[in-house]
Nanobody, 117 residues
Framework: QVQLVESGGGLVQAGGSLRLSCAGS????????MGWFRQAPGKERDMVAT????????KYASSVRGRFTISRDKIQNTVDLQMDSVKPEDSGIYYC??????????WGKGTLVTVSS
């Protein structure tokens, strides 16, 4: 069973920075897409950023583009999210995500990020 374990969440002031990390336990060579999603209270889970494991193509939600940076280690099965110039609306539970080449999807349990104004 694939497990994704997030770390790095916490409380940060608006304008500050935070780095989230995720480590996956599955076969990294089966992984196609790696990424981060966010769920704020009372809202749906939305994509924050994704990256293709092999070629490194990145996608960002418009609300975070230019402030957040996703990176991955394509051999170690890790994906990070560098969050800079954070805003209160960036608060939520951040979930690590992986999708394999055969379409299987996996989620971490989430890590809470709270941005104070």
């Amino acid at each position: 069973q694939v497990q994704l374990v997030e770390s790095g969440g916490g409380l940060v002031q608006a304008g500050g920075s935070l780095r989230l990390s995720c480590a996956g336990s599955g076969d990294v060579f089966k992984v196609n897409i790696m990424g981060w999603f966010r769920q704020a209270p009372g809202k749906e889970r939305d994509m924050v950023a994704t990256i293709q494991r092999i070629v490194g193509f990145e996608k960002y939600a418009s609300s975070v583009r230019g402030r957040f940076t996703i990176s991955r280690d394509k051999i170690q099965n890790t994906v990070d999210l560098q969050m800079d110039s954070v805003k209160p609306e960036d608060s939520g539970i951040y979930y690590c995500y992986e999708k394999t080449f055969d379409g299987a999807e996996y989620w971490g349990k989430g890590t809470l990020v709270t941005v104070s104004s």
